[in-house]
């Protein structure tokens, strides 16, 4: 049986995720983090402060790709998550787990790349290399996923819900088009000219970040359950707080068998007719060249 | 220690190009486990023939095994590495923590570089490649030259940066739009370079299109000649050119300008304005898209973004020389664009100034006189000013 962790933006909302089914919570500032709104430094200890007061652990994303002017920053960012006790911390830069071991920080670092770990030699080696776990790359087919999960039990990662992240960068893409600085990090979307379907787009003042649809596991969150997976993220990345917490309601209720995995899918399609979905069983084998693709 | 010049090969005869223009060390990919797909790529046969001939020349060979692998892909791996180490290439060039471990394991003789599909852009992170025992860290494009020179200061592995080519707008290895949108994996070799097409821009309901282009994320290409002096100033150990898919004679002119900023450097102490215009013009020939500094001045504003994006092929390109003979100074050319008699043309030798002539007459393989040159791979014996070889390009 997974722990299980929901990303939530806005500390007055902790006090909903009291569910026995909730192992911790995900937060988010917004510099370090590639979230679009983040919390304040002292939001951050108050929140976590809460969420151990609920029995629940503290996890921090920190997961940008940081330059070399940035690390003083991210040194003593990592320090104040350590004086705050967080739990552990989500990061994508391999050089945050070399500056962790550094610092001897205290709290443990799971290593979510988005791309990157698409097999279990490669998680294998960074287990062996001594990080603390993985979250499993999304642009592999669910076959690939259980192989992982099976070879490397009880370390991976996984998230089951969540915009799919589809492309990062370290430029500032919607300014540059507009050729005019603004606030360009809510409600932005992308339409490929021959295509109809909507990608948000969320700039900040340190890069861009593009999504496709949102990953839905309802079909597949029992037999996760089953399987030696560490842990399941239900992410948010430009949603609200209630659908999120709409949403971990439907998961706990296909887990609880409550409600089957089509009844939580229709509730969440009526509750916001807006969002599009990708089913987790939809995630495809990729080709090499156009004839295969 | 003097900085690499690092050239793209697409198969043996651009390796060979590579080769006689200039580089110092050559990398490739192979029939797996490389990126580029539609890259020629080399058989093992041809990994072989091509160790044999740069080392001949004194050069090095990388071999790409940079693929960001899935479950099924170590399947023949090890016996692939162990073959590249029998062939004495001298690195692999990988993106992948198991890779890197099984090669220092199974093929301990290859250096391994770790790829820019890493997106490596500090210290820290190089800290860890550091730890693996890794001998060379390719870094992202993404970092500043004022980042290079602090991360040059602490830096205890040999460090790689790009100058030129095709950049990818995202973080290299963390795109994978075009996976999602053509299903052809990005990171395994099928990119579609979906980040160049067009697209609308939505706030809410409102479109933000503009009038005359729409949006896009493709970036200019990279074309550094004025960051040379500067980065053989903070020692990176290799300059890298993109374009495993580029032509030879692409390969040929980019190398020749840039040999000849590295080579006046090392000679001068300094790159000087006549250099730099020499390297311009060297680089000018090939280029098919508009360029900009990469991110060394900076992130990228709107001039580094490719809108409106179209590949113009180069029309510079006149012909191959097939053969020479020295006692008429004649020369076999193949045609490769249209040029007519008593144009100017220009040979380009992989050493010494180009050389102008005129075209005052030329005739088929049937000795028939010719006026217009028009038919691709046609071979015309013309007359020219100087000696040339099978690696001379005549262009316009």
Redesign the interface.
Known sequence: MFDLFVYIRNVENLVHCNDPVVTGIILADRYFSSSNAGLENEEIRKAVEMIHGLGKKALLKVDRLYSQKELDLVRQYLLFLADCKVDGIIYTDLGINMMMEELNIGYKGIYAPETLLTDYYDINTLKNDGVDGCVISKDIPLKDVYEIINEVPDYCYLRIHGPILIAYSRRKYITSYLEKSGDYSEDYWLVEESRDNRLPLIEKENGSWLYDATLQSFNEIKKLNDTALKGALIDNVYLSDEYTLKTLKLYEGVLNGSITAEEAINELKEFDETVRYADINELKETWLDKEKA | MRTELLAPAGDLDRLKTAVIYGADAVYFGGKQFSLR??ASNFSLDDIKEAVEFAHSYGKRVYVTVNI????S??NGLEEYLRKLEEFNVDAIIC????IC??CKRVAPKLEVHIST?????????????T??KVDRIVL?R???Y??LQ??MQIAEIPVEVFIHGGMC???S?????S???????A????CAQ??R????????DDL?D?DEY????G?KDMSTPDYIERLLKVNVASLKIEGRMKTAYYIASILKGYRLLIDSYYENGKVSEEDLKKADYYLSLAANRDTFNG?YPG????K??L?NFITTASQSFIANVRSYDAETSEAIIEVRNHFEVNDELVIMNPNGDDVRFTVKEMFDEKNEPVEVANKPMQLLRIKVPVAVNEYTFIHK
């Open positions: 797909a539609r960001i692998p899935h479950n892909d170590f993106a992948s923590q198991a471990d099984l599909q890493q997106t490596t852009l500090n210290s820290y992170a190089m800290a860890y490649w730890s693996k992202g993404e970092v500043t004022e980042e602090e991360i707008a995202n973080f290895g963390r795109c994978t739009i996976n999602v949108l053509t299903n052809r994996d990171n395994r070799g099928g979906s980040c097409w067009n697209y609308h821009l939505y706030h809410g933000l503009k729409l949006f896009s994320l970036s991110f992130v990228p504003d709107e580094g973004q809108y």
